[in-house]
Structure formats: structure tokens, C-alpha cells
């Protein structure tokens, strides 16, 4: 059945359809950031602290939980102060790991939701261009 | 450098293609913080990432919120408080800024409709929620001649109580209030 909104998508972008969302976790280099996005939804951001912010799904479903995802910002500096590489491929739940050390209180519920949903690396390098993020890695 | 454009079928005038500097931009209207017309500009490249991810609802706000609601926007505020390395810059938290306005729709999807790519469908915004564009200040008009500011995230935030036009703790979240 037609849709309008997604008609108006693919016409404006030259797409034929629209594709499927997959689970998916990447860097963006502008914004400093690694985003983690368990499902195509409105968000709302609710920050907990300079470097963590949920990502809340505005209109979930009454059987799903509402935390859809999670950023972490300033990576370059947290990577740097926590030992993990500035290039390469790397596991989303490594990177978990460690923001649960330096914030615990945040490990009990919302953060062991997320990791058990997640199979994911990132891909840190940075390609030389100007376009962002940089590609994800399904694991 | 110069620059060659083609139109683009989405709301004419609301939206345009250019090549600059040998990348395929999108461009659109919208007022900075003193209320002066400005152009705002995406890669197509950051466009084509967030389709490719199937990131539908994200490409749906851009188009049908962004786009032609950046005009509207009714606060801007200047610097994030966090960690930001942008390139070279370790301190590119400073020039980062965030455009707040509440749109009147959102979109989604309906739960029976979440294997189906297509049936994307608006409805009103949520409450209490304002929703942010965070653009970049374009510092490379030599080879990027027709863009003021890069666009480069856009979501919902909890709204302030002590401003309603504003986000929740923007006091802390961000250095200054430019409108």
C-alpha cells in the first residue's frame, strides 16, 4: 500500500524503497560520539552526564522497554583516558564495560539491557573526507 | 571554486542539490540567532548513511521537521558541555550549536507496522518535549562557499520548566544563550 511520508522520502532521495533497520553502532566523528541504536524510532535524548546520554523511545510499545539506545560522548577523550584504541574495530560492550566502571550507579538496569541486546563492534577509523559517521560493523 | 546546482523534487525551494568542492550537498533555508536568512547545508553522503542504516524515522524528521522548520526556531544556545574533538580541533565542543524550536508533528511507527518499512505515519509531537537541531558553524567557505551552518544531528530533549522553549537543564547543558 502507498505510503505518502515514505513516497516523499524516496522521491527526494532518489531511493527506490526504503531499506530495513538492523541493530547498529557507530562513530560519529563530528559529534565526537558512539551511537548506539537498537531500533528505528522517534528519540528523545536524556542526558545523565558529559559522557553518557540514553536514548528513550518516544512512543514505544507497552511490552517493550522505552530505553532504545545510548551515546558516548567525547570519546576520543574517553578512549584516551581509558586505554582503548583510537583505531581499529571495536566490541560496543568493551566500550560499555568501561563506562560502567566510571559511572556504576548507571550499570544496574538500563546499561545490562542495552548489552544484552547487542552484538556489535565499531569501526573507529576516520576516512578523509569531510561526510560523517563513519561506517558501522555488524559483528 | 565553483559550484553547479540541479533542483531536487522535494517542496521546491524547500530543498536543493549542489555539488561543491566535488561532494553532492543538499541545501535549505532557515535564520540564525539574530534572525538573518542563512543556508544550512547536509552531505549527501551523512544522508545516504542514515538511509542505508534504515534509519527511516530519522530521514522522515529531517525532511518533514528540519527542513522545513528550522525558520522557526525559537531559542539557539552556543557551546556543549562535553568532551568534543572535531578533527583537529580538541575544543570543537565551543563552536557547536544547538537550534530548539517544538515542531507540532513527529513520526513513527505503529507497532503492527514495525516490519513494514514503509508505513511510516505522523501524529503529534510528544509532550513536553522541544526538539533540537545541532548544526556546525561552516569554517571552510573557500571550498564550501553556499553553506552557513552544517547540519549534523536532530532529536527530541525533555523541555525546561523554566523555559518552556528551551531544553531541560540548558543551563548546564550548554556556555550561552545567543537567542
Known amino acids: 500500500m502507498p505510503n505518502p511520508i515514505a513516497d516523499q522520502i524516496t522521491k527526494a532521495f532518489g531511493r527506490a524503497a526504503l531499506k530495513p533497520f538492523m541493530p547498529v553502532a557507530y562513530y560519529d566523528k563530528h559529534m565526537d560520539c558512539i551511537r548506539v541504536e537498537l531500533r528505528d524510532c522517534s528519540f528523545t535524548e536524556e542526558r545523565i552526564n558529559p559522557h553518557v546520554t540514553f536514548l528513550e523511545d518516544n512512543y514505544p510499545a507497552s511490552h517493550r522497554n522505552a530505553t532504545a539506545g545510548i551515546m558516548i560522548k567525547g570519546v576520543k577523550h574517553f578512549f584516551a583516558s581509558h586505554g582503548i584504541p583510537l583505531e581499529g574495530i571495536v566490541y560496543v560492550t568493551a566500550i560499555l564495560d568501561q563506562v560502567v566502571k566510571q559511572y556504576p550507579e548507571l550499570a544496574e538496569e538500563r546499561i545490562c539491557k542495552i548489552v544484552n541486546e547487542l552484538d556489535l563492534t565499531v569501526k573507529m577509523s576516520e576516512p578523509e573526507e569531510i561526510s560523517e559517521p563513519d561506517e558501522l560493523v555488524p559483528a | 571554486m565553483p ?177
Open chain 2, 3 to 179: 559550484s553547479t546546482e540541479s533542483a531536487i523534487t522535494y517542496h521546491e525551494g524547500d530543498l536543493r542539490q549542489v555539488e561543491e568542492n566535488g561532494e553532492l550537498i543538499y541545501l535549505f533555508k532557515g535564520i540564525d540567532h539574530t534572525g538573518a536568512a542563512k543556508v544550512f547545508g547536509i552531505t549527501k553522503h551523512q544522508i545516504e548513511k542514515i538511509l542505508e542504516r534504515g534509519s527511516n524515522i530519522k530521514i522522515a524528521q529531517f525532511l518533514m521537521i528540519v527542513v522545513p522548520g528550522i525558520v522557526l526556531v525559537e531559542r539557539i544556545f552556543q557551546g556543549l558541555r562535553r568532551p568534543l574533538c572535531d578533527g583537529d580541533n580538541m575544543h570543537a565542543d565551543q563552536i557547536k550549536q544547538a537550534f530548539c524550536w517544538r515542531p507540532a508533528f513527529d513520526y513513527w511507527w505503529k507497532e503492527a507496522d514495525r516490519f513494514d518499512n514503509s508505513r511510516i505515519e505522523f501524529r503529534e509531537s510528544p509532550d513536553g518535549k522541544v526538539f533540537i537541531v545541532n548544526v556546525t558553524p561552516n569554517q571552510d567557505k573557500t571550498h564550501y562557499p553556499l553553506s552557513d551552518y552544517w547540519v549534523e544531528r536532530w532529536y527530541w530533549v525533555r523541555r525546561s520548566t523554566n523555559d518552556l522553549k528551551c531544553p531541560v537543564d540548558f543551563e548546564n547543558r550548554y556556555d550561552r544563550k545567543l537567542k
